[in-house]
């Protein structure tokens, strides 16, 4: 069976790993803690990377940090992972679902403005499939309503809107590290604080309410509780890995587009054969081909399709069971109006495999996928 998604490792995690044991400070902001932050502000130019234990924890700091109360509205689509709901949800929050764009299946700028009430807080775009939103128009209407943006991002390593890497765009973002994302460490991800505002919360929020960060630079004298805040950041054991895998970040990325524009290339056939469709990327976003996913005609042509992809021996699956209509999305979250998009592409959006190292089983899953159509 080719799986549908394989960690790669580049080779050098356990020899940074070993260097981290070496050095005995394990626990979190260390020198690799260091070089993962600075990493991330270089290549995102955010203007604070914070590494965290998640993108659900980054997510978490990103509603503490908006000073959310009960009831207060948070606008996303519901075409997205449950950490982008949960982590507002846990502040009292309500998200207020959106419906996403046909073609990308981010959420739909041209719809977010009539969803904003008297209680909206903040806009939660999704860059799907590292694929940006229009953050143009989503900046826009936060400036005009006084609204705080805080990118999802969690998909989006390596991938530009109009040259802005996604990650920098909004107040607050989130990025992922997930063992299924492009670079790994197993769990992981960041917080990006690119509005200065909150940059110095950010890093209380993340030592658990105090100011020990400020006491290590010598900024005080001792070190106290002053704000509420939680355990964010990992250990530098999960750090030394994704140091291995972030100096690989520009040969990973090659290696997932090569694999990606193949299976566009293969796909273009059975596209105008009216059997699926393709991913749509505008002209003005470079994508990190975080994903390979076809659009089959309906719910049981899908079921249809991955049934006879097993029997050919490739794993592929379906996302996402939208929130809206989830039984957690109805308890706490409402729909700012049907949602017809997300319904439909929750229905019948396949991913296909996605890993570095599949390079040489790629054929097989193609010839098997233009089978099972
Ligand atoms: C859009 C989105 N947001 C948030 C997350 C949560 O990321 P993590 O597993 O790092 O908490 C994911 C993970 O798949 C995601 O795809």
């Known amino acids: 069976m080719i799986p549908f998604n394989k960690p790669y490792m580049t080779g050098k995690e356990l020899w940074y790993i070993a260097q981290a044991h070496a050095q005995g400070h394990l626990a979190g902001d260390g020198s690799f803690t260091k070089l993962c932050n600075r990493w991330i502000e270089q290549r995102t130019g955010a203007e604070h990377g914070l590494l965290t234990h998640s993108c659900t924890a980054a997510l978490e700091m990103c509603a503490l940090l908006a000073d959310l109360a009960p009831g207060d509205e948070v606008i996303m689509p519901s075409y997205t992972f449950v950490s982008t709901a949960n982590a507002f949800v846990l502040r009292g929050a309500v998200p207020v679902f959106v419906d996403v764009r046909g073609d990308t299946f981010n959420l739909d700028e041209r719809l977010v403005e009539a969803a904003i009430t008297n209680r909206t807080r903040a806009i939660v775009p999704v860059h799907y499939a590292g694929v940006g939103c229009e953050m143009d128009a989503i900046t826009a209407i936060a400036r005009r309503h006084g609204l705080l943006v805080i990118e999802d991002a969690a998909q989006a390593v390596m991938s530009t809107y109009r040259g802005r890497p996604l990650g920098s765009i909004g107040d607050l973002a989130a990025i992922s590290f997930h063992e ?3 670079i790994i460490s197993g769990e992981g991800g960041a917080l990006l604080v690119n509005n200065p505002a909150f940059a110095q919360r950010a890093e209380i929020i993340r ?3 105090t100011n020990r960060s400020q006491f290590f630079r010598g900024q005080v004298d001792k070190y106290t509780w002053v ?3 939680s355990s964010y950041l990992p250990g530098e054991i999960i750090a030394a890995f994704l ?3 972030m100096e690989e970040v520009d040969a990973i990325t090659r290696r997932r587009l090569a694999m ?3 299976y566009h290339q293969w796909f273009d056939e059975p596209e105008r054969a009216g059997k699926l469709r393709r991913p749509i990327v505008p002209a003005h ?10 659009l089959l005609p309906d719910l049981a042509r899908r079921s249809a399709v991955i049934e006879r992809l097993k029997a050919l021996g490739v794993h592929s699956v379906f996302h996402y069971v939208p929130l809206h209509s989830s039984p957690a999305g109805l308890k706490y979250g409402r729909a700012a109006a049907d949602l017809p998009v997300t319904d439909d592409v929750g229905d019948r959006l396949l991913r296909l495999p996605m890993w570095v190292g599949m390079e040489d089983e790629q054929t097989k899953i193609i010839h098997a996928v233009l089978q099972a159509l």
């Open 180 to 182: 299924t994302k492009n």
């Open 207 to 209: 030592e658990k309410g």
């Open 227 to 229: 704000d509420v805040g």
């Open 243 to 245: 140091w291995a895998q």
């Open 260 to 262: 990606w524009h193949t």
């Open 285 to 294: 976003c470079v994508h990190n081909a975080h994903m390979y996913y076809v």
